[in-house]
């Protein structure tokens, strides 16, 4: 059974920073790309960050751009968010995801084919 497991959500105040793991079980995704998505209440879920199968091309959303970092390792199978200088509207639930194309680099939600359950990230003083 193939399961994505978030981890490292919680409250933290404006300027604060969390780092997001996203360890997957089940089968290996060294070969496909993964990424990371939010949604806050009330809205649409939204793209946040992706990396390539072998992490050397990565995107981010323009809200998000120069404040949080993508990362990955293969040998872990494990993807992570590192989010810096968080703001109130990054208040959201963060997604992992694993593409579902073999070495494909999307943003689309139609991409990608295993979701984790979701981590609650609260930015507030």
């Known amino acids: 059974q193939v399961q994505l497991v978030e981890s490292g959500g919680g409250l933290v105040q404006p300027g604060g920073s969390l780092r997001l793991s996203c360890a997957a079980s089940?089968?290996?995704?060294?070969?496909?790309?993964m990424g990371w998505f939010r949604q806050a209440p009330g809205k649409e879920r939204e793209f946040v960050s992706v990396?390539?199968?072998?992490?050397?091309?990565?995107y981010y959303a323009d809200s998000v751009k120069g404040r949080f970092t993508i990362s990955r390792d293969n040998a872990k199978n494990t993807v992570y968010l590192q989010m810096n200088s968080l703001k109130p509207e990054d208040t959201a639930v963060y997604y992992c995801?694993?593409?579902?194309?073999?070495?494909?680099?999307?943003?689309?939600?139609?991409?990608?084919?295993?979701w984790g359950q979701g981590t609650q990230v609260t930015v507030s003083s």
């Open positions: 990396i390539a199968w072998n992490g050397g091309t990565t």
């Open positions: 995801a694993a593409g579902r194309r073999y070495r494909v680099l999307s943003m689309r939600e139609d991409d990608y084919g295993y």
């Open positions: 089940g089968r290996t995704f060294s070969n496909y790309a």
